[in-house]
């Protein structure tokens, strides 16, 4: 009796094994933003689905240099704080970064690499991960969760072989379609919320305790660092005319430490938006 050979694609073999999915991004807690944010919810859920899942992330204060976060395998190197290197300068790194991503990839031996805001920031970082997926034959997806307006998001975004890339909300995939990237190489998948921990059933007496002056007010809070980036100042101004008409009103602002400040402007933001405050 003749049997059928096995038709199972390479494609098949890899989901048979652990999907093993390697993420890089410029910081992770205790380092916060909407980045960190946004890592710390889907790392843990990809790692539930049973993907083994790990990052390439920023050394930080009192964090160990390899930790288990979740289920998630965190691996942080100081060649990916940005603080640290807007103050050293990206010049002669191309070395270290290839050795630090070549073992990083060694060890978790990816079948995907996802980048998270690497289309910026740093030519030599973006280009060295292109160079070594390639040389491994891995692919490189990118999930773009800001645009600007310069050459360095105009090179990174076109230049480095993007084999996808993930907006996080329409206005980011239009801007990206609007420097000339296929629209078919965009795709929108809106951040989600762990609704265990973001809900309006939380209760507040831990956060009273610590804030007393906020007892009893109307509270809007801007969810994002401070900074004139993340339009802070339009929010003070606009309440500044709210509390005319209702003074109970109270503005809370978060995100002043343990944040990632490229260019270092955000003490001066702070200077400026406390002329604001009336």
């Given at each position: 009796m003749l049997r059928r050979r096995s038709t199972i694609t390479k494609k098949e073999k890899v989901h048979k094994k652990k999907l093993s999915i390697a993420h890089l991004h410029w910081g992770f807690?205790?380092?916060?933003?909407?980045?960190?944010?946004?890592?710390?919810?889907?790392?843990?859920?990809?790692?539930?689905?049973?993907?083994?899942?790990?990052?390439?992330?920023?050394?930080?204060?009192?964090?160990?240099?390899?930790?288990?976060?979740?289920?998630?395998?965190?691996?942080?190197?100081?060649?990916?704080?940005?603080?640290?290197?807007?103050?050293?300068?990206?010049?002669?790194?191309?070395?270290?970064?290839?050795?630090?991503?070549?073992?990083?990839?060694d060890k978790t031996k990816p079948h995907i690499l996802h980048a998270h805001n690497m289309h910026y920031f740093s030519e030599i970082h973006a280009s060295t991960l292109e160079r070594v997926a390639k040389k491994k034959g891995i692919p490189l997806i990118l999930t773009a969760h800001n645009v600007w307006d310069d050459v360095l998001f105009l090179e990174l975004t076109h230049k480095i072989d993007w084999q996808h890339i993930i907006a996080v909300s329409h206005y980011i995939k239009r801007e990206i379609i609007g420097i000339g990237v296929d629209d078919r190489k965009i795709t929108v998948v809106h951040h989600g919320l762990d609704e265990t921990k973001f809900h309006p059933r939380i209760k507040p007496l831990r956060i009273l305790k610590k804030y007393p002056q906020l007892k009893n007010k109307k509270i809007i809070f801007h969810p994002a660092r401070i900074g004139l980036a993340k339009g802070c100042d339009i929010s003070i101004k606009a309440v500044n005319i709210v509390r005319e008409k209702y003074p109970e009103v109270i503005l809370v602002l978060a995100g002043s430490r343990n944040i990632i400040d490229w260019g270092a402007t955000q003490q001066r933001d702070i200077a400026y938006m406390v002329n604001l405050i009336k």
């Open positions: 807690p205790p380092i916060i933003g909407g980045v960190e944010t946004h890592l710390t919810i889907i790392l843990p859920q990809m790692a539930k689905k049973g993907y083994k899942v790990s990052l390439l992330t920023c050394s930080a204060e009192k964090a160990k240099a390899r930790e288990s976060y979740c289920g998630v395998e965190v691996f942080r190197y100081p060649i990916m704080d940005l603080n640290w290197l807007y103050k050293r300068g990206l010049q002669g790194l191309e070395e270290e970064v290839t050795h630090i991503f070549t073992s990083f990839i």
